[in-house]
């Protein structure tokens, strides 16, 4: 008996397989952030063209994460968040694949974060039909790809039928448009244009694909810099891409009001899912938001568990964000913009 207990006692504080989200710290990205040096910096930073003051919060969200690679987690601990119905307790192969290192998931959480901040910029400067350029390019082939043999990796993807690629959104049209028959796909290797016939393959999601990964890069017309440490993964580039129109644009999109949000975003616009969005919503709320924008795709998490007094909107697109704020700043009820239902 006393060997049981002494066995069990030491259970307790055994790290345990478990990861654990609970609501983080907001920030606002029309708003400063404070340096290295003490001093406050703007956490959207505009060079080369004319930005303007604005007023009101546009907060990104983030979320605690607790256990998991390069940290251990004692079940005591696990037990408390259980207990606590603002956290959510997960195992941790869920979150991590196997064999993640913390270094791992440090680089990843840096990266994301850096292509989400690019995606942000573009995203801002289609939505005010600001030109820039925008330059697909194969990162990898898909094993079995449909283009194995016509592309390789490094190859830049030019145009598809004859219709230039100024953006994913092109290439993705294209290919819907084809239904699957062969499409011409010029692209350049080594700085020489050349084109192929490739026939699109359709996806589990019924979408049209060559089966490859793309890599994106832009050349911007000005300089956008956003100042934000410690914080990673993509899932704050919609409130960027908020932040950033309102610096560019005279009238103030907040109309002075405290909103909150988070999702993910393309080059295109689109908003997409992202994770511990009950723990953010918590957060919005602690830190004194009105409004918050939740991303379409994360609606049956929002069901249930929006706290008291916040009220969310779904949105799917930057633009649809974008005319959400609008409307919420002039007086607009929320329960009279799109909304999360059940089923």
Same mark, same amino acid.
């Given at each position: 008996?006393?060997?049981?207990?002494?066995?069990?006692?030491?259970?307790?504080?055994?790290?345990?397989?478990?990861?654990?989200?609970?609501?983080?710290?907001?920030?606002?990205?029309?708003?400063?952030?404070?340096?290295?040096?003490?001093?406050?910096?703007?956490?959207?930073?505009?060079?080369?063209?004319?930005?303007?003051?604005?007023?009101?919060?546009?907060?990104?969200?983030?979320?605690?994460?607790?256990?998991?690679?390069?940290?251990?987690?004692?079940?005591?601990?696990?037990?408390?968040?259980?207990?606590?119905?603002?956290?959510?307790?997960?195992?941790?192969?869920?979150?991590?694949?196997?064999?993640?290192?913390?270094?791992?998931?440090?680089?990843?959480?840096?990266?994301?974060?850096?292509?989400?901040?690019?995606?942000?910029?573009?995203?801002?400067?289609?939505?005010?039909?600001?030109?820039?350029?925008?330059?697909?390019?194969?990162?990898?082939?898909?094993? &079995?790809?449909? %283009?194995?043999?016509? =592309?390789?990796?490094? /190859?830049?993807?030019?145009? +598809?039928? #004859?219709?230039?690629? @100024? *953006?994913?959104?092109?290439?993705?049209?294209?290919?819907?448009?084809?239904?699957?028959?062969?499409?011409?796909?010029?692209?350049?290797?080594?700085?020489?244009?050349?084109?192929?016939?490739?026939?699109?393959?359709?996806?589990?999601?019924?979408?049209?694909?060559?089966?490859?990964?793309?890599?994106?890069?832009?050349?911007?017309?000005?300089?956008?810099?956003?100042?934000?440490?410690?914080?990673?993964?993509?899932?704050?580039?919609?409130?960027?891409?908020?932040?950033?129109?309102?610096?560019?644009?005279?009238?103030?999109?907040?109309?002075?009001?405290?909103?909150?949000?988070?999702?993910?975003?393309?080059?295109?616009?689109?908003?997409?899912?992202?994770?511990?969005?009950?723990?953010?919503?918590?957060?919005?709320? &602690?830190?004194? %938001?009105?409004?918050? =924008?939740?991303?379409? /795709?994360?609606?049956?998490? +929002?069901? #249930?568990?929006?706290? @008291? *007094?916040?009220?969310?909107?779904?949105?799917?697109?930057?633009?649809?964000?974008?005319?959400?704020?609008?409307?919420?700043?002039?007086?607009?009820?929320?329960?009279?913009?799109?909304?999360?239902?059940?089923?």
């Amino acid at each position: 008996a006393a060997l049981t207990l002494g066995l069990g006692a030491a259970a307790l504080f055994l790290p345990a397989p478990y990861v654990v989200e609970s609501p983080g710290p907001t920030f606002n990205t029309v708003g400063t952030v404070k340096n290295d040096s003490g001093s406050e910096t703007p956490l959207i930073e505009i060079e080369g063209r004319t930005s303007y003051p604005t007023d009101g919060e546009l907060d990104l969200t983030t979320v605690y994460v607790a256990g998991g690679p390069g940290s251990n987690m004692g079940f005591l601990e696990a037990v408390g968040a259980w207990l606590d119905p603002q956290d959510a307790v997960v195992p941790e192969e869920f979150v991590y694949p196997r064999g993640t290192t913390g270094e791992d998931v440090d680089e990843q959480n840096a990266a994301a974060m850096t292509s989400s901040q690019e995606a942000a910029v573009a995203a801002a400067l289609r939505e005010l039909e600001i030109p820039f350029t925008e330059e697909l390019s194969v990162a990898e082939l898909v094993e &079995d790809s449909p %283009a194995a043999g016509s =592309l390789q990796a490094g /190859d830049v993807l030019v145009r +598809v039928d #004859g219709t230039d690629i @100024d *953006g994913i959104d092109t290439l993705r049209t294209q290919l819907q448009d084809s239904g699957g028959e062969p499409v011409e796909v010029g692209f350049r290797r080594d700085g020489v244009e050349q084109s192929a016939s490739i026939t699109p393959e359709q996806g589990e999601n019924g979408n049209y694909q060559l089966g490859i990964f793309l890599a994106t890069s832009f050349e911007f017309p000005f300089d956008v810099t956003i100042a934000l440490d410690n914080v990673g993964g993509p899932s704050a580039g919609m409130m960027f891409a908020l932040g950033i129109v309102d610096r560019l644009t005279p009238e103030q999109l907040t109309g002075g009001k405290h909103f909150a949000g988070t999702g993910t975003i393309d080059s295109a616009g689109n908003v997409g899912a992202i994770g511990g969005i009950q723990q953010k919503m918590v957060g919005a709320s &602690d830190a004194g %938001a009105q409004f918050f =924008l939740a991303p379409a /795709d994360n609606c049956g998490e +929002v069901v #249930g568990n929006i706290p @008291d *007094g916040l009220g969310v909107v779904r949105v799917a697109t930057l633009d649809e964000a974008r005319s959400a704020v609008q409307a919420l700043a002039s007086g607009t009820n929320p329960s009279d913009l799109p909304q999360c239902t059940a089923g």
